[in-house]
């Protein structure tokens, strides 16, 4: 099986990570985009080399997918370790194995610590917990993977207690550039939900507030869809399963051809398998199909189940997410959540890296209620607007930093010269990233002309002087050119070639440090 380009860039870069030392790397795909796929062939790899390799999974479902992709894709067999069902004896090289049973003391005592050279976790997000932790504890020499789609920065933060590295990350915005999943349209529906009373539970929103609190809208809600999903093929997510199925009764009411299903449901795969075919044309869930269930033809997503956790209100997005003839675009509702003291996901969440975009995104898209707006070009807006408000606040600071002859290079000055977004908006999020800068990373820093003071973290002033020297190998101006033109009036130097910079400076040298008769530094262009 062939993989796809930047399939193919991920298994590189993790092979890399594991070569270069990193005993435990992250993948990061959203969902839709194969990460079972990815991992087969990094299990083929593997045990080319003589490895054998564990993967790991909180359910049976995922097991079995990926069980059946590594067949297909590697024709490698596996073995399978849950329940009554063991590996040791058998001859195959691959396991996929259930971290509820492998937990077990006298289960995990029959294997060497040595058995696995490899570990693969399957939704990576789950494995903080101490189950997985003492599974990874049994095989402390192994190679650890670990796969999710986007995780929020809270997750980031927890996994990298546990992963050392992210080897790769591919963004849905890249995605669906790139043609490999289905652009997403964000409507926000004017009807307010009152979340206010809801308790928390686990770090995200009690699931039976919730079904109270959402209780008394279901009808309006169901008159919003009957204007919007009508003729589209929905999957609804919401907190209960009574909810859940209260709901179903009371889509049926409005006309809506629609099914429910739970864990319970004994009948659940004929469902799943109807709701394929077109009999129904609405599924509702109390959150059963977030994980391991795929019908690319679903081409609306209504979450009733809100959320604060980045990750889950991905999973249940990327159920829309995946390509289907004819399938222009999916679309995502968002109702009007009310709530005063915590902060829940929006479609904001899915595309923007930086939480100043998120929220400018948000107020955006809530102003155009009952519009359809296309993800990315409202990330793009809500993006240039926030530029500009840094930039005026920049043209402040710049201001004050000229009254005090600063010699240094503002590194909020610098991000913005040079357009680099992912400088503005960066988040630590492993162990020694979040350190404080080393003296001589300050040194190195200041060296190059960058004022140190204002950054409080390692992985920042790293991710500084490494664009640094990209910038140096380029050509590209530096900092100090940048605050000598950029003081005087010229934008945007950090995107001028240092050559330009360099004969604009001798000019200006040459004409006592005034500038040239003829030049208006707020209009120049590079190379005017």
Known sequence: MELRPYQEEARQAIEKQWEDGVKKTLLVLPTGCGKTIVFAKVTEDQVRRGKRVLILAHRGELLEQAADKIGKA?????????????????????????????????????????????????????????????????????????????????????????????????????AIREGYL????????????????????????????????????LYQIAEEMAKYCRERKTVVFLPLVKTSQKFRDILLEKGFRAAEVNGESKDRAEILEDFDQGKYNVLCNSMLLTEGWDCPSVDCVVVLRPTKVRSLYSQMVGRGTRLYPGKEHLLLLDFLWHTERHELCHPASLICENEDVARKMTADLEAAAGCPVDLEEAEKKASEEVVAEREEALAAKLAEMKHRKKKLVDPLQFEMSIKAEDLAGYVPSFGWEMSPPSE?????????????????????????????????????????????????????????????????????????????????????????
């Open 182 to 217: 289905s652009p997403i349209k964000a409507m926000t529906i004017p009807l307010k939900l009152d979340l206010s009373g809801v308790a928390l539970q686990s770090g995200d929103f009690k699931a039976g507030d919730l079904a109270t609190a959402l209780d008394p809208y």
């Open 74 to 174: 590697t024709r490698l067999g596996c073995a399978v370790e849950k329940a009554d069902q063991t590996c040791i004896g058998s001859w195959f090289r691959v396991v996929v194995g259930s971290v509820q049973s492998l937990m077990r003391e006298k289960r995990l005592s029959q294997f060497p610590e040595d058995y696995f050279g490899t570990i693969i976790i399957d939704e990576a997000h789950h494995c903080i917990s101490g189950s997985y932790q003492k599974v990874l504890g049994h095989f402390p020499e192994a190679r650890v993977l670990g796969v999710t789609a986007t995780p929020d920065r809270g997750d980031m933060r927890n996994l990298g207690e546990v992963f050392e590295s992210l080897a790769y990350e591919y963004t849905l915005p890249r």
């Open 440 to 528: 001589k990373q300050k040194a190195a820093l200041e060296k190059l002309g960058i004022c140190p003071d204002e950054i409080d973290n390692s992985g920042k002033a790293e991710k500084l002087l490494d664009r640094l020297a990209i910038r140096r190998n380029e050509g590209l101006t530096t900092p100090k050119q940048i605050r000598f033109l950029e003081s005087r009036g010229f934008q945007h130097v950090g995107t001028w070639q240092f050559e330009t910079a360099k004969k604009l400076i001798d000019r200006i040298a040459a004409n006592g440090w005034r500038i040239p008769e003829g030049i208006r530094p707020s209009e120049y262009k590079e190379g005017a």
